[in-house]
T-cell receptor, first 109, second 113 residues
Framework: GEDVEQSLFLSVREGDSSVINCTYT??????LYWYKQEPGAGLQLLTY?????DMKQDQRLTVLLNKKDKHLSLRIADTQTGDSAIYFC?????????FGTGTRLQVFP | DAGVIQSPRHEVTEMGQEVTLRCKPI?????LFWYRQTMMRGLELLIY????????DSGMPEDRFSAKMPNASFSTLKIQPSEPRDSAVYFC???????????FGPGTRLTVL
């Protein structure tokens, strides 16, 4: 079945790295995405990775993909208070995005 | 481009009333998606369109919900009659193709009393 799972909360100190994890179920997913949602706002695409890649880096963001374990992670280096938000991973399945439950990241000084 | 535009941003209505949510996709995008976000169920895809034609409405909860896309620049999601359990944030998103990045609007927060 379609089920994308994430831990619900993560709390980190400003300046530390954050790692948000996600597991998905469909090994045929071609793209996997990370979206960010700030309070009262819509979802903003952060980054995505094609299924034939293991890693993608974009400034402070690093995405790691382990296809064997169907595990996706998002690492945010030098986490800032402005990074506080809910982060959703999503897989593309039959032309539809299946979202995880979202991880609420709280950054404290 | 202004991005995906949704209106209204907030809607408060009474049970039994008709509610219409509106969406203007990004110009040139052929796909339009309607999502619902609640604390209990997270983000759910309700329906999506390709070139104004509904492709998959399997996520529409029940017959009280209907969606239309009369042209490439406008879509509506209607709930009639509305119920308190319909209270949620409704997002519209659009993309060039089904496999492309979806761009989300700011959402409409619906409260049904």
């Amino acid at each position: 079945g379609e089920d994308v799972e994430q831990s619900l909360f993560l709390s980190v100190r400003e300046g530390d790295s954050s790692v948000i994890n996600c597991t998905y179920t469909d090994s045929s997913s071609t793209y996997l995405y990370w979206y960010k949602q700030e309070p009262g706002a819509g979802l903003q695409l952060l980054t995505y990775i094609f299924s034939n890649m293991d890693m993608k880096q974009d400034q402070r963001l690093t995405v790691l993909l382990n296809k064997k374990d169907k595990h996706l992670s998002l690492r945010i280096a030098d986490t800032q208070t402005g990074d506080s938000a809910i982060y959703f991973c999503a897989e593309m399945n039959n032309d539809k995005l299946i979202f995880g439950t979202g991880t609420r990241l709280q950054v404290f000084p | 481009d202004a991005g995906v535009i949704q209106s209204p941003r907030h809607e408060v209505t009474e049970m039994g009333q008709e509610v219409t949510l509106r969406c203007k996709p990004i110009s040139g995008h052929d796909y339009l998606f309607w999502y619902r976000q609640t604390m209990m169920r997270g983000l759910e895809l309700l329906i999506y369109f390709n070139n104004n034609v509904p492709i998959d409405d399997s996520g529409m909860p029940e017959d009280r919900f209907s969606a239309k896309m009369p042209n490439a620049s406008f879509s509506t999601l209607k709930i009639q009659p509305s119920e308190p359990r319909d209270s949620a944030v409704y997002f519209c998103a659009s993309s060039w193709t089904s496999a492309d990045t979806q761009y989300f609007g700011p959402g409409t927060r619906l409260t049904v009393l």
